[in-house]
Antibody, heavy 116, light 107 residues
Framework: EVQLVQSGAEVKKPGESLKISCKGSGYSFTTYWIAWVRQKPGKGLEWMGIIYPGDSDTRYSPSFQGQVTISADKSISTAYLQWSSLKASDTAMYYC?????????WGQGTLVTVSS | DIQMTQSPSSLSASVGDRVTITCRASQGISNYLAWFQQKPGKAPKSLIFAATSLQSGVPSKFSGSGSGTDFTLTISSLQPEDFATYYCQQYYNYPHTFGQGTKLGIK
């Protein structure tokens, strides 16, 4: 069974760093792209970027380029999304999704709250 | 970026109705179009990929059509569990942009 399991909710202060994770199982992790998607409270879905764990080829949306870093460790079948300096406007739910036939499998989401 | 525009933004319907949601791309995307359903507090669920192909396990009451710039998602015989928000997404070009969503509510 394909599963993407994300790390738990985080509460951080502005300026702090953060790295959240997405662990894949039940399929060959290195042969499917993994995307990250943001959803602010009460709003729609925003595509942030995507990584191919096989060779770490990464593409970013221009809206998120330079704001976040996407990475992967194929030895532990895990993709990451990280921030070096969080802002209050980063408060959102973040999803990872496997790019199979479209984004076919999704993680359960990680809620990130940034507040002073 | 390719802009994806859904219509309507919201829609009210009754149990048993058939509804259609439209998604338009700002440029041609062939059939690289997916549809998702999202319920409150839950992750999106994939319904359709490649514009017309049903994801495994998705009931046949959901169907997709279109190619190029204009696409539709049709849901037949609405049931209470179908009331949710629906999104389209193009994966023809990076960034893989989403439509703004269509909220399907009970009339």
């Amino acid at each position: 069974e394909v599963q993407l399991v994300q790390s738990g909710a985080e509460v951080k202060k502005p300026g702090e760093s953060l790295k959240i994770s997405c662990k894949g199982s039940g399929y060959s992790f290195t042969t499917y792209w993994i995307a990250w998607v943001r959803q602010k409270p009460g709003k729609g879905l925003e595509w942030m970027g995507i990584i191919y764990p096989g060779d770490s080829d990464t593409r970013y949306s221009p809206s998120f380029q330079g704001q976040v870093t996407i990475s992967a460790d194929k030895s532990i079948s895990t993709a990451y999304l990280q921030w070096s300096s969080l802002k209050a406007s980063d408060t959102a739910m973040y999803y990872c999704a496997r790019q199979g036939g479209g984004a076919d499998y999704w993680g359960q989401g990680t809620l990130v709250t940034v507040s002073s | 970026d390719i802009q994806m525009t859904q219509s309507p933004s919201s829609l009210s319907a009754s149990v048993g109705d058939r509804v259609t949601i439209t998604c338009r791309a700002s440029q041609g995307i062939s059939n690289y179009l997916a549809w998702f359903q999202q319920k409150p507090g839950k992750a999106p669920k994939s319904l359709i990929f490649a514009a017309t192909s049903l994801q495994s396990g998705v009931p046949s009451k959901f169907s997709g059509s279109g190619s190029g710039t204009d696409f539709t998602l049709t849901i037949s015989s609405l049931q209470p569990e179908d009331f949710a928000t629906y999104y389209c997404q193009q994966y023809y070009n990076y960034p893989h942009t989403f439509g703004q969503g269509t909220k399907l509510g009970i009339k």
